[in-house]
């Protein structure tokens, strides 16, 4: 069975500093991999996702995600962010079939 | 846009009771899912469909029951609710296996 590894349950940073919060994956075969935002009292939205092709993937609101097959990682990056990016981040990912695993999710605090 | 509605956004049950929780999607996605979401626990899957009357456990199906009688349309049971099924509920579609799935704005259950 895979699992889904995000290393930092809470994330406390400063306005305009940059930000990566860290997914680690097991998984032996080919993986869909996702960042999904949850937003105080609102459901799940993408961010972005890598499914094949370039190892760097650039999602909404700046942010961008890099795949390592080598380390199994799939850590999530802005170099800047504002208030409005604090909210819940989940790494999740996809082996086979629909069933997607999710990670147990990163608080980003961001501080003024 | 993708739209991923559920029936209540706060519900408050007694123990025992028999509780359905229903969400509808309007875009023709064949693929529906119910999690639950528990803090430090990330997203758990229960149940899903990939069809109209088609099911699967997903990796929590203990005390649980759903129905797919129509495409857009997926119910989660919980046949007699019990203290510890106190949580957040989501609901989410998706089109395709490489498709990312989509969500709606969660039902948050309270059982005393």
């Known amino acids: 069975a895979q699992s889904v590894t995000q290393l930092d349950s809470q994330v406390p940073v400063f306005e305009e500093a940059p930000v990566e919060l860290r997914c680690n994956y097991s998984?032996?075969?080919?993986?869909?991999l996702f960042w999904y935002v949850q937003y105080p009292n609102q459901g799940l939205q993408l961010l972005l996702k890598y499914l094949s092709g370039s190892t760097l993937v650039k999602g909404i609101n700046g942010f961008e995600a890099e795949f390592n097959k080598s380390q199994t990682s799939f850590h999530l990056r802005k170099p800047s962010v504002h208030i409005s990016d604090t909210a819940e981040y989940f790494c999740?990912?996809?082996?086979?079939?629909?069933?997607?695993?999710f990670g147990g999710g990163t608080r980003v605090l961001v501080k003024p | 846009d993708v739209k991923v509605t559920q029936s209540s956004r706060y519900l408050v049950k007694r123990t025992g009771e028999k509780v359905f929780l229903e969400c509808v999607q309007d875009m023709d996605h064949e693929n529906m899912f119910w999690y639950r979401q528990d803090p430090g626990l990330g997203l758990r899957l229960i149940y899903f469909?990939?069809?109209?009357?088609?099911?699967e456990k997903g990796d929590i199906p203990e005390g649980y029951s759903v129905s797919r009688e129509k495409k857009e349309r997926f119910s989660l049971i919980l046949e007699s609710a019990s203290t510890n099924q106190t949580s957040m509920y989501l609901c989410a579609s998706s089109l395709g296996n490489r498709e990312e799935q989509y969500f709606g704005p969660g039902t948050r259950l309270t059982v005393t």
């Open positions: 999740a990912v996809r082996a086979a079939g629909n069933k997607l695993t």
């Open positions: 998984s032996s075969v080919s993986v869909y």
């Open positions: 469909s990939y069809d109209v009357k088609m099911k």
